[in-house]
């Protein structure tokens, strides 16, 4: 079946060990540069977009971060291969990164519009199962990526019983001729905080 008919496919190694280890060797210090500016108060009004967050609201055993530049790099890189993969145009929308830790959950959910087309790329630490409605069971190893209709196919986990496991997701929008929705998640261009988003409410 194709991707038309099933709304999601797995790519293995589309990343490389080497560019693995070392994203998720810089996630780790960013995270643990972050509790260190957090807890010692050098941030007095609170965390920081930039340095992420313990918490994000929808997963709160994780250090998540919005659109690290690192991971931007990946979105960007990643465009041609989603677009040869599902045979379309793409627009290169956002990164969102969590290094998730012991009892972490992700419960059942679909994306926001600028999710329409979505990825989960292991990037690194213990094998974590990703599920896809109604109850397809996938396993990604470092390198792997599974891409799906985000704001279609309701996706979760199940509580994290490892210790660490880290997974970049990489969103896009279909290219159409009109009616396209804003660039880069509303932003200027990639990299940027969620605070440059010209639409506040997307």
Same mark, same amino acid.
């Given at each position: ?7 999601? #496919? ?16 810089? !996630?780790?210090?960013?995270? &643990?540069?972050?509790?260190? !500016?957090?807890?010692?108060? /050098? ?7 930039? %340095? ?10 994780? /250090? ?10 990946? @979105?960007?890189?990643? =465009?041609?291969?989603?677009? &040869? ?7 290169? &929308? ?11 959950? !992700? ?14 790329? &292991? !990037?690194?630490?213990?094998? %974590? ?21 985000? #704001?279609?196919?309701?996706? /979760? ?10 997974? =970049?997701? @990489? ?32």
């Amino acid at each position: 079946m194709s991707f038309k008919d099933k709304k999601y #496919t797995v790519i293995r190694n589309i990343i490389s060990k080497e560019i693995c280890e070392f994203v998720s060797d810089y !996630l780790r210090l960013k995270r &643990n540069v972050a509790r260190t !500016l957090y807890s010692r108060k /050098w941030f007095p009004n609170g965390p920081v977009e930039e %340095w992420g967050v313990f918490g994000d609201g929808q997963v709160e055993k994780a /250090w998540s971060i919005y659109s690290d530049v690192t991971t931007e790099i990946l @979105l960007d890189r990643c =465009t041609s291969v989603m677009e &040869n993969e599902l045979k379309l145009k793409l627009i290169p &929308n956002y990164s969102y990164t969590r290094v998730y830790t012991k009892g972490a959950e !992700l419960t059942p959910h679909t994306d926001r519009k600028a999710c329409e087309f979505s990825t989960t790329v &292991n !990037l690194g630490g213990e094998l %974590w199962p990703i599920y896809l409605f109604p109850d397809i069971k996938i396993e990604l190893n470092p390198g792997d990526m599974l891409i799906y209709k985000g #704001t279609e196919v309701a996706h /979760w986990r199940k509580p994290f019983e490892g210790r660490e496991c880290i997974q =970049t997701f @990489l969103h896009y929008n279909e290219y159409r001729k009109e009616g396209n929705p804003p660039y880069y998640d509303s932003r200027p261009h990639l990299g940027l905080p969620s605070y440059t988003k010209a639409d506040k409410d997307n």
